[in-house]
């Protein structure tokens, strides 16, 4: 079974900083999706980013990138020139395209990203 | 179009007691799921169903059951509620590039 684990149960970053969210996974598949997803206090989930495993170039989103070394399993977020309004849970999520993928997403714990003003 | 839309919001129920989460899309997709999230957690899947008259375990399936009505409607039911159901659950379809989530339903089993 896959695991994904998010190291940082809390990161805080003044507004307009950087700040990166990491994550780690195991597998054994070749072929996958990796994803980061946002929740707010009104506990929507919102996808961020998307990274597709056979894909060696790096995601982007405005202000949303993503370093993804798949020999390491490492896939971390950046978030540049950070807002008030990214305040929020973070999750990593994993899902396998196996059976086409149809079974659904593995989380990690969280990180909890506090942005100073 | 209203995406995944999930009823109640809130719900408080006894030990012991049934009830059916309800949850409906409108975006045509063949794969459904149900996820919970306690505190301190990301969202662990409950059950899925890949397409109309299927459904399979996820992680956590023990204390639920699951039916697919048709294309759009895919519910959850506690038989027999337990205060370790507590928790927020969320219903999801899934698109070519990503899974739409539905706004989630919090339950309290006393």
């Known amino acids: 079974a896959q695991t994904v684990t998010q190291s940082q149960p809390e990161m805080s970053v003044q507004e307009a900083e950087t700040v990166t969210l990491s994550c780690t996974y195991d597998?054994?598949?070749?072929?996958?999706?990796l994803f980061w997803y946002k929740q707010p206090p009104s506990r929507q989930m919102i996808l961020v980013i998307r990274?597709?495993?056979?894909?060696?170039q790096n995601a982007t989103e405005n202000r949303f990138s993503v370093n993804f070394q798949k020999a390491a399993k490492s896939f971390s977020l950046k978030i540049s020139d950070s807002q008030l309004g990214d305040a929020a849970m973070y999750f990593c999520a994993y899902r396998s395209r196996r059976g086409g993928g149809a079974d659904g997403l593995t989380f990690g714990k969280g990180t909890h990203l506090i942005i100073q003003p | 179009n209203a995406g995944v839309t999930q009823t109640p919001k809130f719900q408080v129920l006894k030990t012991g007691q049934s009830m059916t989460l309800q949850c409906a899309q409108d975006?045509?997709?063949?794969?459904m799921y149900w996820y919970r999230q306690d505190p301190g957690m990301g969202l662990r899947l409950i059950y899925y169903s890949a397409s109309e008259g299927t459904t399979d375990k996820g992680e956590v399936p023990n204390g639920y059951n699951v039916s697919r009505l048709n294309k759009r409607e895919f519910s959850l039911r506690l038989e027999s509620a337990a205060p370790s159901q507590t928790s927020v659950y969320f219903c999801?379809?899934?698109?070519?590039?990503?899974?739409?989530f539905g706004p989630g339903t919090r339950l309290t089993v006393l």
């Open positions: 975006m045509n997709h063949n794969s």
């Open positions: 999801a379809s899934r698109g070519p590039n990503e899974q739409f």
């Open positions: 990274q597709e495993a056979y894909k060696q």
């Open positions: 597998t054994s598949e070749s072929d996958y999706y």
